[in-house]
């Protein structure tokens, strides 16, 4: 059995440095893109650790995922290798140690301590979950377990309707032991997609959107959800992100009350929020491209259209795409 493993990861490892994907320190290259999720890699400068991050769109409200995400125990049925998970020390609902168990394939089992701290801006929209290792809970480490001292990483969620939420997972970590880190980067480059997808899985579980009825969280986003200034400006933030003259789009949506004032009326529908993006993107592309008939034609282009809707509920640190560039794409 030891010589099989050791076959496998002497071949693995061999793919890996014929295949020649080093990717340049600190830029992110895509490993992923399916099922609605899109996911990324990149080396971390002056270490010889790699970063990922995945993001996907998922049809529920900021305090329904939150209620997955402080439900610690059921953690092995959507994040990767992990066994089993518990807390350790409670602060309060949003700051919590954790102790999880790690089962990667091929590889002696790991565990880690991991503090979790949550910090909701429901002013813009978002919420952080951060996590790192810690050792402000003492464990001892059992044989035949290796410990994982170093790993950081979040989740967040950005508001994208009352029941749409962008999520990004990213995550850095040392595996440690002694199995060689390539081996180990091209097994984990693999986590944020399996993990988001199976999160979505998750989230469709009816005890989550129970626990959030009534809750803190959800009164806090519905209180905004209907207030036209902050509406504005969540809306504004999501959509300026993805294009290259920031001011120009912001001064669009400033003057179109009538968009605005149709989400808050809907309480954050999505249909409201897509339909007030669409107006948005189109008066700008007309700004930045002149030509009525060529506008008129771009309007009627489905493809380009489900490409800026996609870049705008999945984009993230590692994707520099602009609306700008697909346009250009389509009038070239």
């Known amino acids: 059995m030891k010589k099989h493993i050791l076959a496998v990861a002497a071949l693995w490892l061999c793919c890996i440095v014929l295949s020649g994907t080093v990717n340049a320190a600190g830029e992110w290259t895509k490993v992923k893109d399916s099922k609605g999720i899109k996911c990324y890699e990149r080396s971390v400068p002056g270490t010889d650790l790699k970063e990922f991050i995945g993001v996907t769109t998922i049809d529920a409200g900021m305090e329904v995922i939150g209620e997955v995400l402080r439900d610690v125990e059921r953690f092995p049925e959507w994040i990767t290798d992990c066994a089993s998970a518990k807390i350790e020390k409670k602060y309060d609902r949003n700051t919590f140690v954790i102790y999880m168990i790690l089962n990667p394939i091929l590889i002696q089992p790991r565990d880690i301590v991991l503090k979790n701290e949550t910090v909701y801006d429901y002013e813009n929209g978002n919420a ?22 170093v790993m950081s990483g979040l989740y967040k969620m950005e508001y994208l309707g009352r029941n749409k939420t962008k999520f990004i997972y990213k995550l850095k970590v040392d595996p440690a032991g002694d199995i060689p880190k390539k081996i180990a980067f091209s097994a ?15 989230i469709t579980d009816s005890k989550y959107a129970a626990a959030a009825k009534g809750s803190e969280d959800e009164r806090e986003i519905n209180t905004r959800a209907v207030n036209e200034n902050i509406v504005r400006k969540i809306f504004s933030n999501n959509m300026i992100r993805v294009v290259k003259d920031r001011a120009l789009l912001t001064e669009i949506i400033a003057a179109d009350s009538e968009n605005i004032k149709s989400i808050a009326a809907s309480g954050g529908s999505y249909g409201a929020v897509e339909k007030a993006a669409r107006d948005a993107y189109f008066k700008y592309i007309d700004k930045i491209v002149g030509d009525k008939k060529t506008v008129e034609k771009l309007k009627g282009n489905k493809k380009m259209i489900a490409e800026i809707t996609d870049l705008v509920t999945t984009s993230c640190e590692a994707n520099n795409d602009t609306i700008d560039g697909i346009v250009a794409r389509y009038i070239r």
């Open 128 to 149: 952080r979950v951060s996590f790192s290792c810690t050792d402000e809970v003492k464990i001892p480490v059992e044989r035949k377990r290796t410990r994982v001292k």
């Open 188 to 202: 984990m480059k693999n986590y944020p997609f399996d993990t988001l997808k199976k999160l979505n899985k998750m």
